[in-house]
């Protein structure tokens, strides 16, 4: 019988240690599937959803086979999204952070220029969407010869978005033949061209995830425009979600339920493209930790982000796309847990709803509006919840973090120094190693030293009295 756990595999210590500490006990469906033939380096098709483990999937082998030693990148992820972008750089340093593996995201909005120095580093997996990784290819900022792995995430998504084109750029690019894997929910034909064209002798897998199969409870609510905002606050106080995203059709249609909602004092925020990435990033990672309890987004929050734990979805206007239908209400009931998704349909739009239907293939339930009753009965329990600080999430990767300590160096590039130098001094003091020591990020003036496996406070007080190649160099601990 095959074991179910990652011992199957014989990865090194360093990734298994990281899997364990992630709490990522035993392969989901798709990482059973994938991580024998990826492991082998056959190329692969795999047809598989968000929320099935498919990231780690590719990512564990992936940062199982990366040569630390080289500075170049040696893999190239591409994803639709940022957000995507940065959760899947996210899972590489998870999973790689005991190689020391350091994964660079590159997506538009961000200043170039600030890519660009990261890329000066040491890089092993550099994440980005097609756009902006073709800008840093064009521009000689990315270098493409060291690359043995190539990884296409959600490529229907990337289609639908009309970055094929820019895909096929990328890889017309690339010299060295690398490893393909390509990720997609759906296998649509322009998907399959792409594969006939650039992979070589592919392994087809499909995963049929039933256990991780979403529960979803879908209904569907009659709703007059003029009703929606009071329909939706006594949707609120009967369902008293403990997570609930509420999507709207544009960033002003977020900016009217949102407000209204913080006018009533709800636990809310919101999330759309007309806002600055770093306040998007930020409002999706307190969200994540369950901060507050309500978002109202647009659909760039549906796109494979992976949040657990949503209870309830609301369509608080109808999805454009049959196909944003599945990607809003895919928030809820992840991971086997239940969930609900309530959609207000106008009367206008019930062809709109006919098509959506039968895109999923079934009919959603007709739901009657909450009753009068109904609300005063549930509100009591509602303002209780509402008074009550959400529970905080556990973070993924706490207990990887617990473990290490960043410090800060005040000297860097313009002092001649390099990574070798830190590892060389650090890895020498009494109880520590090489391998205590993770990333090293070396800017101009500065250094950042990640220190592994609780010693760093050992590892500060040390280099408080210890030169770096001859020179004695301020250390603190490095803010976030
Ligand atoms: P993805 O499909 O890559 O978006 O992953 C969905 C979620 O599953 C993420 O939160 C992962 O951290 C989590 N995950 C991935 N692999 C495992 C595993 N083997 N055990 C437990 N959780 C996992």
Redesign the pocket.
Known sequence: MMSNDFKQFKLSQEINNALYDL??????EV?QKVLPHALEERDLIVKAQ???????AFAIPICEKIKWIENKPQALILTPTRELAVQVKEEFTNIGRYKRIKAAALYGKQPFRYQQDELKQKTHVAVGTPGRVLDHIEKGTLKLDKIRYVVLDEADEMLNMGFIEQVEAILAHLSTEPIMMLFSATVPEEIKNLSANFLNEPVDIVVHNEEAAPKIEHGVMEVGEEEKLSTLAKVAVVENPDTCIIFCRTKDRVDEVHDYLYDREYSVDKLHGGMDQSTRLLVMNDFKRGDFRYLVATDVAARGI?I?NISLVINYDLPMEKEAYVHRTGRTGRAGLAGKAITFVTPFEEEFLAGIEEFIGFTIPKMTLPTHEEVEAKVDAFDKKMAARPERKKQ?SAKVDAKITKLYFNGGKKKKLRAIDFVGTIAKLPGMTAADIGIITILDASTFVEILNGKGQLVLKAMKTTPIKGKQLKVHIANN
Do not use: I
Request: charged content about 30%; hydrophobic content about 5%; cysteine-free.
């Open positions: 709490d990522y006990t035993s392969p989901t990482q968000t929320g099935s483990g498919k990231t780690a992976d657990e993924k």
